[in-house]
């Protein structure tokens, strides 16, 4: 073989090489993590914001010392006007480039939202606002009775884990139809929050009573309340809740949710959503069934023999101390205590 021969294969074999090399390169620029080109895009921006206000800095300071330089050392009118328009051209340049960086950064924030299992306002979103709102309205709760009346008590709505999907569909509720005020004005907020906060909690009560035979609150006892299942006190603290929700909690919590991979996303939803429903239909049975004891009902099935034995009356007390017999009155924590007496 030519040495001419040897050198053109050498030559092809660097090539090859040369362009697999660029393909990694390319593979590994693409699989580059968004956020971090987000990231790097972000500290750009702020570099070149900086450059253009230090720019625009010298050209008001050099206007401003104008009349002065005029009558210490006139400069030719030419020179001037040649400095201020260069001063100008590069501030137009950084300008542009502040522009179109910004516009990738948007394009890449775009990208990310798009490829997000939880965009917008979707399913994923949803039920992930429901989870938390759940979870934290429980927590609240502790607080606020551990500060009002100085202990700690249960207030969870259901029997396993620490949740009350009051607060979970309230903060649904809340999200959907205040979403679109919450550029609005606070006070706009306060009183959208109010209203619905105070509607969902009296319609909560009123079926809870009706299909349960039992209520977790009553108000009567609290100026302007509306038949003990809402009262203005309350509504007011719903309003303020809707501040903090739209204004600070919600705005963190989407993006984080949307920082979840999607195959991890989905799978943990969707474990979480049978789980919250089996939770939801096990608790609703089990008070229904506490409501039946109370009237001395015998068990039908096995089923109410499985709540009879494993979620009896002295347990859901515990779980529900401020549960009451709509008729009387009387919390069924305290019949309970009566009774073992």
């Not at 522009?99 to 992930?128: D, V």
């Not at 903060?171 to 619905?196: H, M, N, P």
């Amino acid at each position: 073989m030519s040495n001419k021969q040897k050198n053109k294969n050498e030559e092809v074999i660097k090539e090859e090489k040369t362009n697999v090399t660029e393909e990694k390169k390319q593979e590994n620029e693409q699989n580059i993590n968004q956020d971090e080109k987000v990231r790097l895009l972000e500290h750009e921006i702020e570099e070149l914001k900086n450059i253009i206000s230090k720019l625009t800095e010298k050209i008001s300071a050099f206007d401003s010392d104008k009349e002065k330089t005029q009558e210490q050392t006139p400069e030719p009118e030419n020179k001037k006007d040649t400095r201020i328009s260069r001063l100008k051209e590069r501030l137009l340049k950084v300008k542009a480039s502040v522009l179109k960086r910004t516009m990738s950064a948007k394009k890449i924030f775009e990208q990310t939202n798009k490829n997000s299992f939880a965009t917008g306002l979707n399913f994923y979103k949803l039920f992930w606002v429901f989870f938390i709102g759940s979870f934290a309205g429980v927590i609240v709760e502790i607080l606020f009775c551990l500060a009002t009346e100085g202990r700690i008590e249960c207030r969870q709505g259901v029997v396993y884990g620490p949740f009350n999907p009051v607060y979970g569909f309230g903060a649904v509720v809340i999200t959907i139809v205040l979403y679109i005020l919450r550029r609005q004005r606070d006070l706009v907020i306060f009183i959208g929050g109010s209203v619905i906060g105070g509607a969902f909690e009296w319609l909560c009560s009123y079926f809870q009573e009706m299909f349960m035979g039992t209520v977790s609150w009553d108000y009567s006892d609290i100026p302007f309340n509306i038949g003990g299942r809402t009262c203005l006190l309350y509504s007011l603290f719903w309003g303020i809740l809707a501040i903090v929700w739209l204004k600070f909690i919600y705005p963190l919590m989407s993006a984080l949710i949307e920082r979840i991979p999607n195959k991890i996303g989905r799978l943990v939803t969707w474990v979480l959503v049978l789980f919250m429903a089996f939770d939801m239909f096990i608790s609703s049975a089990a008070v229904v069934r506490m409501g039946e004891r109370q009237k001395d009902i015998a068990p039908k099935t096995s089923f109410d023999r499985f709540l009879d034995n494993n979620l009896d009356d002295e347990f859901l007390t515990q779980i529900y101390p401020n549960m009451r017999n709509p008729e009387s009155g009387e919390r069924l924590v305290d019949k309970q205590e009566n009774k073992a007496k």
